[in-house]
């Protein structure tokens, strides 16, 4: 990322979430509580999926993959904000602020690629059973994976690159904890019409394009679990798809109020940015564990197994 000689500004100062210092104190706790559950409970989803033989299936291949996902992205985020949280100069290097973008841009973008699989994966399951292994094959899944990262690579490639050619000359603090593309176009003297036409473009054909498959996908479900006759096999169907639900809910949710609104600093961008940034990530691997009996158990057998070493 050379950022060559244009840049008057080498670094930006980062208003964070918070002036008083003593709140400062207490959200300093509260998010480094926040991250280190993050850890854990992403980390713990890895070990289980990757120790436990009845979890070797294509669903919990491509959680496998939400779990590290969700652990770089908050890992891109959360340890600035807690240095800021300590530190009287709240300050990020233009290269680290582009550098962080880059990251939440790949990050964000494959695990947007994902839930649309992971939403596939789910309605081959429900839609067509008796196929389900033959379908879901494990080339399959090894090529959705790896499409999935390459269309988030190539989502932040093409947003990055216009943002290293802006000139930053504009001394004013960044109204947010952490660098997104939004907030550094107040700040450049040059013009942001390509950088912001290419955000927008992106954002809708990536965000919207997987929001769209993943809907449609749960058309499909939800068809499928109407017709069956008894309750009980509906209440099953919806089962094994719920926690998938739920995720996808919070993600989008949050991310198109932070990319298709007006940039304006307010209280709301902040929250939204904290849900799919800091919250989800933690929240994921509790949404999977505790509304889901496999995923309980395996964690039970895994806890008995390392427990008698």
């Not at 779990?67 to 890992?75: I, N, T």
């Not at 209280?267 to 939204?272: A, D, H, K, N, R």
Request: with cysteine.
């Amino acid at each position: 990322m050379a950022l060559g000689n244009h840049s008057t500004i080498t670094e930006f100062t980062l208003l964070g979430l918070s002036a008083d210092p003593h709140a400062q104190a207490l959200l300093f706790v509260l998010f480094l509580v926040i991250y280190l559950l993050t850890l854990v409970g992403n980390l713990m989803m890895l070990l289980v999926i990757k120790t436990d033989s009845h979890l070797h299936t294509p669903m919990y291949f491509f959680l496998s993959h939400l779990s590290f996902l969700d652990l770089c992205y908050s890992s891109a985020t959360v340890p600035k904000l807690l240095e800021n949280l300590l530190s009287q100069k709240k300050t990020i290097s233009v290269g680290g602020c582009l550098a962080q973008v880059f990251f939440v841009f790949d990050i964000g973008g494959t695990e947007a690629c994902l839930l649309s699989v992971m939403a596939y994966d789910r309605c081959v399951a429900i839609c067509h059973p008796l196929l389900y292994r033959q379908v879901m094959s494990n080339q399959l899944c090894v090529r959705l994976v790896c499409t999935t990262w390459s269309l988030g690579f190539l989502d932040a490639l093409i947003n990055i690159l216009p943002a290293m050619r802006l000139d930053f000359c504009k001394d004013q603090p960044i109204p947010h904890y952490s660098c997104e593309l939004p907030t550094l176009f107040p700040l450049s003297c040059s013009d942001v019409s390509t950088s912001f036409t290419v955000l927008l473009c992106s954002s809708l054909l990536h965000g919207l394009g997987t929001c769209l498959l993943t809907v449609f996908s749960y058309v499909l479900i939800v068809s499928t679990i109407l017709s069956i006759s008894s309750s009980s096999g509906r209440g099953k169907a919806f089962s094994t798809c719920s926690s998938h639900l739920t995720v996808v809910l919070m993600f989008y949710g949050s991310f198109f109020i932070r990319y298709l609104m007006p940039i304006s600093g307010s209280t709301l961008e902040l929250i939204s940015s904290l849900q799919y940034s800091v919250v989800t990530p933690l929240l994921n691997p509790l949404i999977y564990s505790l509304k889901n009996n496999e995923v309980k158990a395996a964690v039970r057998r895994t806890f008995r197994k390392y427990l008698k070493y």
